[in-house]
Structure formats: structure tokens, C-alpha cells
């Protein structure tokens, strides 16, 4: 069965730094979705995205952040400068039409010192 | 304003036992879906079920049962003959088809399954 993958599984980085969290969404999926989940709390909705463009995004998704669909099958986020709060799970999902169950990724694992 | 709670944050059961994750949700659209989610320890969120909200027949997979009642905007989950496996955070969650496109989660609810 096909499947979202997500590279790397764990990132450490220093504050400040930029980091890329890369996924691969389902092939025939239309739209992609990242996610994050701070240790132990609720699963939070970052950004949504669909032809090329964001569709929608949260109030956590700030100027720091962006997301990138390079070549048609790549999913990327980027920080731009991590702060220690950015430290959490982040899940990337894809749909292949709008209410389709999200397949998610297994998750990065983001650090920062 | 769309919002999903579970009120349980903490279960703790014997093996064997019958459990009942609660999940309420507030929606003003008509057409919209329920989505549970299990996230075991490794941390990745694997889909169990989705219900639109014109079907509310009950539904059983196996050990696992669902049951959505509109009349009371919930949507409960219940693991009969609970297994250690079982042990995991679950999220309730929701969508609406009338608006953005984006699924809320309930907070979720962190079921220990004790041998």
C-alpha cells in the first residue's frame, strides 16, 4: 500500500538555524497538509496546500515558516531560524480528494537546542 | 466555530476490559466527517475510522466499535476485550466539507491497557 514517507525521522539543530523537513506524499494525492505535534500535547494544524499554493494556514505558521513543492513530488517545510518552541513532531499528510481520510507520514522528530 | 473534545485524558484498564473513548464535537455545517486516529508509542498516527455525518449507522471493525449519535454531537469509540496493544493516544478529529479543508483534532485521549 502506498504510503507517506518523511525524511529524517530525527533532527537535531541550534537555535537559529534553518531546517528543511522533506516528504513524499502518496503520488496521485492532490493535497498535502503538515501538521505538528508538541511532546505530549494535541496534534496542531500548520498549513495546507494545494496546486502549488497554500491554501490555508494556522496562526503558528508564521513568516518563519514555508513550504515548497519543488518537483512534483517532494513536500517541503522550512523553518528559517528555529526557536527551542519549534521543537515537536511535525507530520506531513496528503489527500487524494477533499474529505479523503489524511494519510500521514510517520513524523520528524524535531529538536532544538 | 468547529471544536472537537475529549474529555478523557487518561484511561487506565485491566486487559480484557471494555473501554469507551468519548468524543464530542461542535460543527454548524451539515456535511462534514468524524475521523478517529491512533497514535501508538513509535509515534505515527495511523488511521482507524471515518463517518460522514449523513451515515449514522454504527459501525464494527473486529474489537473496535463506533458510535456516532448526531442527537448528541458525539462520536464514541469502544475497544471491547481491551489488548496491551491497544495501549496509545487516540484522536477524534473533524472535518467540514462546507468550509476550509483543514481537520481538527480533539486533544486526545491516553489509554494505558495494565497486563
Redesign the interface.
Known sequence: EPEVTQTPSHQVTQMGQEVILRCVPISNHL?F?WYRQILG?????LV?F?NNEI??K?EIFDDQFSVERPDGSNFTLKIRSTKLEDSA?Y?CASIEN??S???????T?LTVT | AQKVTQAQTEISVVEKEDVTLDCVYETRDTTY?L?W?KQPP??????LI?R?SFDEQNEISGRYSWNFQKSTSSFNFTITASQVVDSAVY?CAL?S?DR?????????TRLHILP
Open positions: 493535497y497538509y500535547q494535541k496534534v496542531e494544524f495546507s494545494y491554501s490555508e494556522s513532531m507530520f477533499v474529505n481520510p489524511l494519510h500521514f507520514g510517520n513524523g522528530r | 466527517y475521523f486516529y513509535s509515534g505515527e498516527l495511523v488511521f471515518r460522514n484522536f472535518i466539507s476550509d479543508d483543514k481537520i481538527i483534532f480533539g486533544k486526545g
